[in-house]
C-alpha cells in the first residue's frame, strides 16, 4: 500500500547522517532532536505547544486522561473509524457513544452528533478519515453550545487545510480543544518506527499533558497524577523532523495520484470516486473507492481484492467491522444500533495503494486493473 523505502532513498543522506548523530550523542531519551522537532511541528500545525508521545493512540489516551473524565462519561464518535479512537474511551472506563458518519465525506456527521448529545457527555472526537477532514466549523459549534470538549484524532490527516466560512484558514489538529496525530510509518508523515503527538493551544491542558505523559510526574520523583510512560524516541524525532519539512510536497503527491485515479474512474457506474469537501484539502491517506449498484457488494469487493492480489496489487479493506459491531465494545449494547450509512460503506469501500513514490506507470496498471475486473 505505501513504498516507504523508494521515499526513504530519497532522503538517505540527510536521515542517515541525523540517526548517526544521535547514536553518537546516546541521548535516545529525550534527546535535543525530540524539542527541535515539537517547535517545528508546532509552527507547522499552527498550535502552541506540541507534545510527542510513543503512538497515535497514547496520544488520545493522555488526551482523555488530561481533560478529566470521569468514568461513565460518555465520549460520542464515530463508528466508522479505526479501533484505536474507540478502544481508548473504553480502556478509561468511559463509554463510548457511536454515531454516523456522512455518507460522502465518511466522516462524523454533525446531526448525528447533535442527537446523540446526552446530560453524560463530555467529549466528541472527531475523525479525519483517511485524510478528509470533518466539518469541524458545525462540531465546534455544538460543542461550544453544549459545553463538550473536542479531541480531533488527526492520525490520518496531517497536513490538510480547513478553511472556516470567514476565509481563516487552520490545519486539522489544531481547530479542537485537543489534537491528536500517529507517526506510524504509513502515515503521511511516517516515522521509522512508532510515534505520536498531542497538540493544544491552552497553556493548563498542555501542562497536564505533558505531565500526563511521563509518569504524572512534576518534578523528578514528584508524581502528582497518574500517568503512563509515553516518549517519542529522539531517532524518531530526528527523523521526522527531517521529513516535516517535506510533508506538504508528501500531501500533494498523494493528491496528484489521487488525481490520477480520479479521472481513471470517473462517471464508471460501479465506482464512487472520493469526495473532496470544499472547506478542506484532502490529503488522502486513503484513496478508497466505493463500489456501487451492485447487488452483492461485500462479495464482489473481495472478488476484486483478490483479482487485484493476483496482479501483486495490495489494496485493503478500511475498515470491515465499524466500531458498534466489535465484540469489545458489547457491554455498551452497541451491535443493534441503526447506522445505515456506517454498514453500507463497511460492505463497500476498498482502498487502494497511495503514497509518494506512485509514477504513472504504476498507477494506469493499478488502475486499468481495477477497471478490467469492473468491466467484465
Ligand atoms: C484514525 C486513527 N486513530 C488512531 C490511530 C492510532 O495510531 P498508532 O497506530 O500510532 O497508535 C490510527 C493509526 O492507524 C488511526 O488511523
Known amino acids: 500500500m505505501v513504498d516507504t523505502k523508494t521515499q526513504y532513498e530519497k532522503i538517505k ?3 542517515d ?4 548523530e544521535v547514536l553518537e550523542s546516546s541521548a535516545f531519551i529525550n534527546g535535543k532532536p525530540v524539542q527541535s522537532f515539537a517547535n517545528n511541528l508546532s509552527n507547522y500545525i499552527g498550535t502552541k505547544y506540541t507534545i510527542p508521545c510513543a503512538n497515535g493512540t497514547d496520544a488520545l489516551q493522555i488526551a482523555m486522561m488530561a481533560l478529566g473524565l470521569q468514568p461513565g ?8 473509524t479505526y479501533i484505536a479512537t474507540t478502544e481508548v474511551i473504553a480502556l478509561l472506563r468511559l463509554t463510548p457513544v457511536f454515531v454516523e458518519v456522512d455518507s460522502k465525506t465518511f466522516c462524523m456527521d454533525p446531526v448525528a452528533l447533535e442527537k446523540a448529545i446526552t446530560p453524560r ?6 475523525v479525519h478519515l483517511y485524510g478528509q477532514a470533518t466539518p469541524m466549523e458545525a462540531i465546534m459549534k455544538i460543542a461550544e453550545k453544549h459545553k463538550l470538549f473536542v479531541i480531533e484524532d488527526n492520525a490520518q490527516a496531517i497536513g490538510c487545510d480547513y478553511y472556516f466560512a470567514d476565509g481563516t484558514l487552520k490545519k486539522t489538529g489544531s481547530i479542537g480543544h485537543i489534537g491528536t496525530t500517529s507517526f506510524y510509518p504509513s502515515k503521511n508523515l511516517g516515522a521509522y518506527g512508532d510515534g505520536g503527538a498531542i497538540f493544544t493551544n491552552d497553556e493548563h491542558l498542555a501542562g497536564s499533558l505533558k505531565m500526563i505523559a511521563n509518569h504524572g510526574q512534576s518534578k523528578q520523583y514528584y508524581h502528582d497524577v497518574v500517568g503512563c510512560n509515553s516518549r517519542l524516541d529522539t531517532i524518531q524525532a530526528a527523523i521526522l523532523d527531517i521529513k516535516l519539512k517535506n510533508l506538504d510536497e508528501y500531501c500533494d503527491a498523494r493528491r496528484k495520484a489521487a488525481d490520477y485515479y480520479d479521472n481513471a474512474f470517473a462517471n464508471h457506474a460501479k465506482i464512487k470516486t ?8 484532502h490529503v488522502f491517506h486513503q484513496y478508497t473507492l466505493t463500489l456501487e449498484g451492485i447487488e452483492q457488494p461485500a462479495v464482489l469487493r473481495n472478488e476484486l481484492k483478490e483479482y487485484l492480489a493476483g496482479h501483486k496489487i495490495p489494496a ?5 467491522v465499524p466500531g458498534h459491531k466489535q465484540k469489545m465494545f458489547e457491554q455498551f449494547n452497541v451491535s443493534s444500533q441503526n447506522m445505515p450509512v456506517t454498514d453500507w460503506l463497511t460492505e463497500r469501500v476498498i482502498s487502494l495503494p497511495i503514497h509518494t513514490e506512485l509514477d504513472e506507470e504504476q498507477l494506469n496498471f493499478i488502475s486499468s486493473k481495477v477497471l478490467e475486473f469492473l468491466n467484465k
Not at 547522517?17 to 548517526?20: E, F, L, M, Q, Y
Not at 462519561?73 to 466508522?80: G, N, W
Open 13 to 15: 543522506p540527510e536521515i
Open 121 to 126: 457527555t463530555k467529549a466528541i472526537v472527531p
Open 316 to 320: 485493503m479493506i478500511y475498515y470491515p
Open 17 to 20: 547522517k541525523a540517526v548517526i
Open 73 to 80: 462519561d460518555e465520549v460520542i464518535t464515530p463508528s466508522f
Open 274 to 281: 472520493p469526495f473532496r469537501a470544499p472547506y478542506s484539502k
